[in-house]
């Protein structure tokens, strides 16, 4: 059987036919927004099912068996309810029903999106080999998906797991959800991007600076990286500070969970060994009780941007429950 896989961004909504050894046989994306205001975002979710359901009947003899959807926001699994999300600007829409009046009869269901590409990577990816690892995706914020004993931990309402907005500094910056301070606001892409331009006001002779013509709003999060590798001091300090609020969070995260592992997916992460080895030295010579407790690799994701669409296909046998469309 196959099934289908809808991760839903801001920007793209990206859907898959995958089959079931987690195998993306065929992909495509959609803008999420259209610029006629009458094709809502739901019309587009639905003639991209739609398509899928006939591409897969042209590319394969398999059945699809199901169709799964990563939401990012809050999201009421069992009654297939986005309940608010920012970036689609939805307030209770019952996502599940919609698609089903517009006459989808394959089994739906929806989660949040940091929570499918957890998924993925349990699956299918950097996490195989892990029955207890946290899956933090680094993009304009922090999500993450945490995974004890095999088991998706959700919390009540399925609203728990928000590592993102735990707090790193007391009256710190301001965060996306209202308070001061959360790892979020010192830890994520926007975070980077923000340390990077005040760097490179504060030196003008930084190689930075060549790298975006001499424009500051080019700069985004792998400025800094590539030019700390050409050994440029200023983004090296850049790093070096970013380097050390991330792993401080993650410390944290460590000491609650005490994971195997903390796999890290989104744009940053591709930056590979040279931001995974900074991040495992960090956290060695400072992690609580590190010599009598067991290690925390802290490594790399290996699905990139696939690991939503794959981990939502099969959020139907990885969750335990949830209601059938
Ligand atoms: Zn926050």
Redesign the pocket.
């Given at each position: 059987m196959n099934r289908i896989g809808i991760d839903v961004g801001g920007t793209f909504i990206k859907g898959g036919i995958i089959d079931d050894k987690g195998n993306v046989l065929f992909s495509t994306k959609v803008q999420t927004f259209n610029d006629d205001e009458k094709i809502s975002v739901v019309d587009n979710l639905y003639n991209l099912i739609n398509y899928l359901i006939k591409k897969n009947k042209s590319i394969s003899d398999t059945f699809l068996s199901f169709i799964g959807l990563g939401i990012p926001g809050i999201v009421n699994r069992k009654k297939g309810l986005a309940e608010f999300s920012g970036n689609l600007s939805w307030n209770n829409v019952p996502i599940i029903g919609l698609l089903k009046d517009k006459g989808i009869t394959i089994p739906m269901k929806i989660c949040n999106d940091s929570r499918s590409a957890c998924i993925g990577e349990m699956m299918f990816g950097a996490g195989m080999q892990y029955k207890s690892a946290i899956v933090m995706t680094i993009g304009t914020g922090i999500g993450a998906g945490i995974v004890i004993n095999g088991k998706l931990f959700e919390g009540n309402g399925d609203k728990g797991g928000?590592v993102?907005?735990t707090l790193l500094m007391m009256n710190g910056e301001l965060?996306?959800?209202?308070?001061h301070g959360?790892?979020?606001?010192y830890a994520s892409a926007k975070a980077l991007i923000r340390y990077t331009k005040e760097e490179m006001l504060y030196n003008k002779n930084s190689l930075m600076w060549s790298h975006v013509y001499g424009n500051i709003e080019n700069v985004d999060g792998t400025l800094a990286f590539t030019c700390a590798k050409l050994n440029d001091k200023s983004a090296n300090k850049v790093i070096n500070k970013y380097v050390k609020y991330l792993s401080e969070g993650i410390l944290n995260i460590c000491n609650c969970f005490r994971p195997e592992a903390i796999i890290i997916g989104g744009g940053i992460s591709e930056t590979g060994d040279f931001l995974f080895k900074k991040i495992n030295e960090y956290i060695a010579k400072r992690d609580y009780g590190y010599k009598c407790t067991p290690k925390v690799n802290v490594i790399q994701a290996k699905l990139g941007n696939s690991a939503g669409m794959i981990g939502a296909a099969f959020m139907n046998e990885f969750l335990e429950d949830g209601e059938n469309g």
């Open positions: 928000e993102g907005h965060c996306t959800c209202g308070r959360c790892f979020e606001a």
